[in-house]
């Protein structure tokens, strides 16, 4: 089992930046690969970005590269997200997700076996 606790989301101006976090707890031992996902209000849930076991590899939705940057700190078996220029179709529960199936980095939600709860990203006009 791993157990995954977001943290770092609020309400922030368009322009803004915001850092998520998420420790992961429990079987962290494996390699795995780890991601971010969001659901914006009446939409399906959708895939931000991706990061491999070793850090090395990264993967971004269209919609946020060049603006949002995904690492991870093995050492603290915890994975964040630097989320900068924030727009307004930003606001979303942001998920926290990791693969113990791959440690490639994915977009595929289907890869991910265990989720965070959520944290809530609003980005005012």
């Known amino acids: 089992q791993v157990q995954l606790v977001e943290s770092g989301g609020g309400l922030v101006q368009a322009g803004g930046s915001l850092r998520l976090s998420c420790p992961a707890s429990g079987r962290t031992g494996s390699a795995y690969a780890m991601a971010w996902f969001r659901q914006a209000p009446g939409k399906e849930r959708e895939f931000v970005a991706a990061?491999?076991?070793?850090?090395?590899?990264?993967f971004y939705a269209d919609s946020v590269k060049g603006r949002f940057t995904i690492s991870r700190d093995n050492a603290k078996n915890t994975v964040y997200l630097q989320m900068n220029s924030l727009k307004p179709e930003d606001t979303a529960v942001y998920y926290c997700?990791?693969?113990?199936?791959?440690?490639?980095?994915?977009?595929?939600?289907?890869?991910?076996?265990?989720w965070g709860q959520g944290t809530q990203v609003t980005v005012s006009s």
């Open positions: 990061i491999s076991w070793s850090g090395l590899s990264t």
């Open positions: 997700a990791a693969s113990t199936r791959t440690g490639v980095a994915s977009p595929m939600q289907n890869e991910y076996d265990y």
